[in-house]
């Protein structure tokens, strides 16, 4: 699995977008970027996923660079309960894979100010 | 509920004396795995299974052990708890090994004196 790259920790106002990047520049192909948070030792928790397209749900909304080297998770509206530590986490994603794992970096701890 | 229960949530224990975290899952899930965090060294897997009688090591599997008997549950059983084996402790399930998200429960802080 591709390693990626983030900075140890940012800080947001509440209210405001928080744009959270990720470098993975070894990524192949058919390797996805995944985002997920965990929220004070709390299980972590998925966010998004996405392959080469921008994708958007009801948390967040996740941009991928034209040569994937690059993404940036994208939290709309900041609230306080987004203070948490976000993993970017690259791997192939395919059915019959037994590579379940994840391999949880250090990530980015965000702190939501009011 | 979709959810992943995992029992007891705190534990202190002594060393040596056999212990059981169960975890269960509500989804019909075939993918389970148990993962420990450690401060520094980020979450690691310690075991897996695909689906019901089939497991397999993760990273980290020494002092540890798992069965899957049913698709549901998957304890992991330490033998003989040492200190080094205290940590936080997650059980995580998906759809499938290769799926796109994995949820997991709540942990269980474990503390062995």
């Known amino acids: 699995d591709a390693k990626t790259t983030q900075p140890p920790s940012m800080d947001c106002a509440e209210g405001r977008a928080a744009n959270l990047p990720c470098n993975h520049s070894?990524?192949?192909?058919?390797?996805?970027v995944y985002w997920y948070r965990q929220i004070h030792s709390q299980g972590p928790q998925y966010i998004i996923h996405?392959?080469?397209n921008n994708e958007t749900n009801e948390m967040a909304s996740l941009i991928i660079t034209e040569d994937r080297k690059s993404s940036t998770l994208i939290l709309p509206h900041a609230t306080l309960r987004d203070t948490a530590v976000y993993y970017c986490i690259v791997r192939v994603a395919n059915r019959g894979s037994t590579l379940g794992r994840l391999y949880f970096g250090r990530g980015t701890q965000l702190t939501v100010w009011p | 509920e979709a959810q992943v229960t995992q029992n007891p949530r705190y534990l202190i224990t002594v060393t040596g004396k056999k212990l059981t975290v169960t975890c269960s899952q509500n989804?019909?899930?075939?993918?389970m795995s148990w993962y420990r965090q450690d401060p520094g060294l980020g979450l690691r897997q310690i075991y897996y299974s695909m689906n019901v009688e089939v497991t397999d090591k993760g990273d980290v599997p020494e002092g540890y052990k798992v069965s899957r008997k049913e698709k549901r549950n998957f304890p992991l059983i330490l033998e003989s708890p040492s200190p080094n084996q205290t940590s936080l402790y997650f059980c995580?399930?998906?759809?499938?090994?290769?799926?796109?998200?994995?949820?997991f429960g709540p942990g269980t802080r474990l503390t062995v004196t």
């Open positions: 995580a399930s998906s759809l499938s090994g290769g799926a796109y998200e994995q949820y």
């Open positions: 989804m019909n899930h075939e993918y």
């Open positions: 996405g392959l080469k």
């Open positions: 070894t990524i192949s192909g058919n390797e996805y």
